[in-house]
């Protein structure tokens, strides 16, 4: 299962992530439904050196996104060995279902000077953040496609650490919240109060909604000795 989690309004979904990463499972490729992966640097990665070269590649749906109208997107690319710039076919193209978010152009030796995985040409890794961008399925599909022209022990492309970040629906009720739901608050717009993760109006008995902090705190009692 891919993980998740949730951050001040945002689902975070990670993919390959971290080293060794949780999970690498689940990606349709070029190259089969396994053995798609390599080292880089130190680095698990999807593709590379003998994976991802002309005619590649890779996409893999995700499910479970909650409530939202926008998203946006994380991943590491890894320009491994010959790419010979814009005046070739040597690209990378990243698809969120079927909006292109990312279609990049690289030539060896234009931005780093070290050999890091592969052949004996140099090689690059950048991390692009890409949106945010219209979105409302609860799946999303994240697809490559690797337009190099020549075969992947000259030039492949690599890729790791995809991060998916979904922009959750508050209910009007929250200000904050990491669900759709008025039970799924961290705090609460102005008229509601916060009782435990739920935004309320009134406040329960025993308790009164504070104005200054939108949340819900205990009367005070007073005892007077006679």
């Known amino acids: 299962m891919t993980p998740s989690s949730i951050f001040i309004g945002q689902q975070i979904i990670t993919d390959v ?4 990463p949780s999970s690498t499972a689940g990606w349709a490729t ?5 053995g798609y992966t390599t080292n880089c640097n130190g680095q698990t990665i999807i593709g590379g050196f003998e994976k991802f070269g002309n005619f590649s590649w890779a996409w893999k749906q995700y499910s479970g996104l ?5 998203v946006s997107v994380q991943a590491d690319f890894y320009f491994i060995d010959s790419w ?3 005046n070739s076919n040597d690209s990378v193209s990243l ?4 909006l292109n978010v990312a279609y990049v152009h690289y030539e060896k030796d234009s931005e780093s000077s070290t050999d890091f995985c592969g052949n004996h040409w ?11 961008f219209p979105h409302n399925s609860t799946t999303i599909k994240v697809h490559w496609t690797i337009g190099l022209d020549q075969g992947p022990a000259d030039e492949s492309f690599g890729f790791k650490n995809v991060r998916i970040i979904v922009h959750v629906i508050c209910t009007p009720a929250c200000a904050t919240c990491f669900g759709n739901d008025i039970s799924e608050c961290y705090s609460c717009n102005d008229g509601w109060f916060l009782e435990g993760a739920t935004c309320v109006n009134p ?3 025993a308790k009164y909604g504070d104005p200054a902090t939108n ?3 205990r009367n005070s009692i007073c005892i007077f000795w006679l």
């Open 17 to 20: 992530w971290g080293q060794p």
């Open 30 to 34: 070029s190259v089969g439904t396994s």
């Open 66 to 70: 909650l409530g939202h109208e926008e």
């Open 84 to 86: 010979d710039g814009a």
């Open 95 to 98: 698809d969120i279902d079927d």
């Open 122 to 132: 140099t090689d690059f890794k950048k991390t692009y953040t890409l949106g945010p």
């Open 203 to 205: 406040c329960p008995p």
């Open 215 to 217: 949340t819900c705190k």
